[in-house]
């Protein structure tokens, strides 16, 4: 199977989880990442597919609270806490409809941050929350990043690979999310993506290049 069968195959509605859990991600151009989709597809089930095109909203502090509009117009928020043996810890703060709450229109302001609360009306839609954010002079990016995704599972840790599209660049995530650390550190080691470091969403907007030739993944 080539590397964009997947958006073709296993489609099936997209369901925001609100697990907390481990994460090991890594960035790669997608022909250092052909050998890890070999050894997925031998050795963990395929689960389903998604192709979407999520909106970041990027603030000072986007590397420990990751903030979306989860295809535009579900918004979500997350929060890092404290790593363990490698493994990046996430929890969900929050993933509602618009529109939004007054409370979760505050706790919004709070974790990007924002220098003060947003009126009211920025909650009745995603639009009007982007146009409450980017006043002249505002420092808030908003990256549109588009995925399609390929999730798989085993036991307990779930595994994708995502083709990711930023502007005009292109490139390949692998990841693993398991809520056990020690399941997830089994499945970093099985799939040998140690070797490359661990960056969320977060660390890669707010840095997004990368070297044009990366640490084969190959086991």
Known sequence: ??????????????????????????????????????????????????????????GENATHALIKLRDGGRLEIKLRGRDHAGLQYWSVAMSQAFPLSPTALDQFTAHLPLPE??????????????????????????PIVRKSRLLFRRGSCRAEITHVGLSNQSWMTVAIEDAE??????????????????????????????PDAQPSLDP
């Open 117 to 142: 609360s947003l009126q009211p009306g920025a909650g009745l839609s995603p639009a009007h929350l982007l146009a409450a954010l980017l006043w002249p002079g505002s420092t808030i990016e908003t």
């Open 181 to 210: 650390p020690i399941s997830a550190a089994h499945a970093v080691d099985d799939l040998r993506l140690g070797r490359l470091p661990n960056r969320s969403y977060g660390d890669f907007l707010c840095a997004p290049s990368l």
């Open 1 to 58: 199977m080539t590397i964009f069968a997947f958006e073709l195959r296993l489609n099936s509605p997209d369901a925001p989880s609100g697990d907390d859990r481990f994460e090991y991600r890594v960035w790669s151009r997608a022909a250092a990442a052909l050998p890890t989709i070999s050894v997925l597809q031998s050795n963990w089930k395929p689960e389903r597919t998604e192709k979407r095109a999520d909106i970041y909203l990027l």
